[in-house]
């Protein structure tokens, strides 16, 4: 349904960014870091793209999208509009 695909949308990017990958980059000393130099080191050096190590950095520096935030805030103004 809409909440759960809603509260997905806000909770993944949370607990990725809660790993260490973040906007700025993949944050130092972090799960992340750890995840970024096993993945460089099977990878002969660099990190593969696709791997799960550049899908979550990806995730981590987006965030949640402008149009997920919108489409929560429509979603809450018309459950309080309904329930207020």
């Given at each position: 349904?809409?909440?759960p695909?809603?509260v997905a949308?806000?909770?993944?990017p949370?607990?990725?960014?809660?790993l260490?990958?973040?906007?700025?980059?993949i944050?130092?000393?972090?799960?992340?870091?750890k995840m970024?130099?096993a993945?460089?080191?099977?990878?002969?050096?660099?990190?593969?793209?696709?791997?799960?190590?550049?899908?979550?950095?990806?995730?981590?520096?987006?965030?949640?999208?402008?149009?997920?935030?919108?489409?929560?805030?429509?979603?809450g103004?018309a459950?309080?509009?309904?329930?207020?």
């Open positions: 349904g809409v909440l695909a809603g949308a806000i909770a993944i949370m607990a990725v960014g809660a260490g990958f973040t906007g700025a980059g944050a130092a000393g972090s799960v992340a870091a970024m130099s993945a460089a080191i099977a990878n002969g050096g660099g990190v593969a793209a696709g791997s799960a190590v550049a899908v979550l950095q990806s995730i981590g520096a987006a965030g949640v999208p402008t149009a997920v935030q919108a489409a929560l805030t429509a979603i103004a459950i309080g509009a309904a329930t207020g």
